[in-house]
């Protein structure tokens, strides 16, 4: 029976991904130079903003995947919660440091951009604010996998955080929308104005198509990494208990 | 073939620089310990086998 | 349940339990700002709400890990999962026994701070119910987050990391109604969105914090 859940078994789940990864890295690899390149090198500069509009290349797709990737954690989470499937957990675990260097990525990139275009690195903007909360839940998750020494009680600590986490980080970004209006534009990428054709608001088509050849690498190449760390953990889970079986005698 | 970024051009390259360093160094670092961690497992695997 | 509560009021109020260090250090606290921030009155006054509402969650924080910490030690923590009161009234019950002796202290303190800070007037009476509808959400959280790293060695440190992003919603309505009072203007939406926090963490948190604890002590 072709099921979803054979890749939980480890030895399963390396082979396969040992298998699909050297596609998804390099597909990865191509989608984000080919789309960097185009980005930085073949679209014109924004009337307004100048050449900082190549900035968007890497920027929208990092803050994408930050959110993105801690979705993915808290999917694999509940797996593991209902279905105690470890490559499971040790997936959420893979995706955490993942996540966190997009959440710094999206940060850097739009603080960098925001010096000449707001006159200032960092406001107390809404979005801003959220991405720095993600980023403090990122290192809480991280760090509560670190401290706990057994692995599934580690599993199971990280999991129902990442779930009071989620819960917690909604509150936090309507918390944040109300305590300040901001000074970050709405998203304009997959805006319904954009399909209506409004080139007023929209990320227009130049910039646009690029743009989209940048988010399927970053998700290939989140992909990518997911699936290395994953296998890495596997494998220290499998030395750990080996050595455990050798203490014993 | 160098574009010509205009008076932006310090944000636009530290911009990409930072943003490279880092996705550089996270894919570096999770090569760096996949390597490692799987030729560990494989010398614990040997040890166990032939009974120490 | 009742005889857990009076039990665990009893541990806190008595000398060494740490009750009143709290208040302590939200005195401290206030003083450090205003030599910080320097004696202008206006500025003081302008930042007093944020930073009353800083200080009482972190004098809450301070003690958060006492909540399970010594009966972890002693293993009377084994004894109450064991016993027939389910683990979730348990902690409730030991949240509502760290806000009656640590959330409600600062309460009725925070008003004498507020003298300090130079508070505008009508500020007073939103500053206290501010604080007395928020306070129970800050040893609800607190407890779920003592839950998650019972076990732990050095585990205060890791807990101030897990339980601060939890804490910000209610500080961000908190301060907003402390402030929005002070200026004298409206405070119900804010007002209303604390309390609505408040009382979903009280409902729901403890099925998540007794889950981690049930996890911890296996």
């Given amino acids: 029976m072709a099921s979803i859940w054979r890749y939980a078994n480890p030895k399963k789940f390396i082979e396969t991904s040992d298998r699909v990864l050297p ?55 509940l797996i593991w919660l209902v279905r105690r499937h470890h490559v499971s957990a040790l997936a959420a675990r893979a995706a955490a440091p993942v996540g966190a260097v997009m959440t710094v990525i999206a940060l850097a990139t739009g603080a960098i951009w925001g010096q000449p275009m707001w006159g200032t690195w960092w406001a107390w903007d809404p979005r801003l604010t959220s991405f720095l909360i ?46 300040n209006q901001g000074l970050h534009q709405g998203a304009s990428v997959m805006r319904a104005g954009a399909i209506a054709g409004d080139t007023q608001e929209r990320v227009s088509n130049v910039f646009a198509a690029p ?6 690498g970053f998700v290939l190449l989140f992909v990518a990494l997911v699936l290395l760390r994953t296998q890495t953990e596997i494998r220290a889970r499998r030395m750990r208990a080996l050595l455990a079986r050798e203490r014993m005698g | 073939m160098m574009v010509d970024l205009g008076k932006y051009a310090g944000t636009v390259l530290s911009a990409y620089g930072v943003s490279l360093v880092l996705i550089g160094g996270i894919v570096a670092l999770s090569l760096w310990r996949a390597r490692r961690m799987k030729a560990q497992l494989r010398a614990v695997e040997e040890r166990v086998k032939h009974g120490l | 349940m009742s005889a857990l509560l009076i039990r ?22 206030v003083a450090l700002v205003a030599f910080g921030v320097g004696p202008q009155g206006a500025l003081l006054s302008s930042i007093a709400p944020g930073m009353l509402w800083v200080g009482a969650l972190l004098s809450c924080l301070l003690s958060l890990d006492r909540i399970l910490a010594l009966d972890y030690e002693d293993g009377s923590l084994d004894l109450l999962a064991t016993a027939p009161l ?41 500053l206290v119910l501010s604080l007395l509808v928020g306070t129970p959400a800050l040893s609800t959280i607190g407890t779920f987050g003592a839950a998650l790293t019972v076990g732990l060695k050095r585990g205060g440190l890791l807990m101030s990391l897990l339980v601060l992003p939890l804490y910000v919603p209610t500080l961000i309505f908190g301060a907003e109604v402390a402030r929005r009072g002070a200026e004298g203007l409206s405070v119900a939406t804010p007002l209303a969105l604390l309390g609505g926090i408040t009382c979903g963490t009280i409902a729901l948190l403890p099925f998540a914090s007794a889950a981690v604890l049930r996890v911890n002590l296996r």
């Avoid at chain 1, 989608?31 to 679209?43: D, N, P």
């Avoid at chain 1, 743009?211 to 399927?216: D, G, P, S, T, W």
């Avoid at chain 3, 665990?8 to 005195?27: H, N």
Wanted: proline fraction near 4%; charge should be negative; include cysteine.
């Fill in chain 1, 211 to 216: 743009l989209f050849v940048c988010m399927a």
């Fill in chain 3, 86 to 126: 389910p683990l979730e009234a348990v902690v409730s019950i030991k949240g509502l026994a760290h806000w009656l002796t640590t959330g409600l202290p600062l309460v009725v303190v925070a008003p004498a701070l507020g003298v300090l800070m130079n508070l505008a007037g009508p500020g007073y009476l939103w």
């Fill in chain 1, 134 to 179: 993600l980023f403090l839940f990122y290192l809480g998750y991280s760090a509560l996998w670190a401290a706990v020494e057994d692995d599934d009680t580690a599993a199971d600590l990280t999991a129902i955080l990442c779930i009071v986490g989620s819960v917690f980080a909604l509150l936090s970004r309507y918390a944040v929308n109300f305590w």
């Fill in chain 1, 23 to 77: 596609v998804i890295a390099w597909g990865a690899v191509a989608a984000l130079v080919v789309g960097l390149v185009w980005g930085f090198f073949f679209t014109p500069e924004d009337y307004r903003q100048g050449s900082t509009v190549k900035i968007i290349y890497i920027h929208v797709p990092a803050a994408m995947m930050a959110i993105n990737a801690w979705a993915m954690m808290l999917v694999a989470s």
């Fill in chain 3, 8 to 29: 665990d009021l009893r541990l806190a109020l008595r000398a060494g339990g740490g009750f009143g260090l709290g208040l302590v250090f939200f005195l401290i606290l």
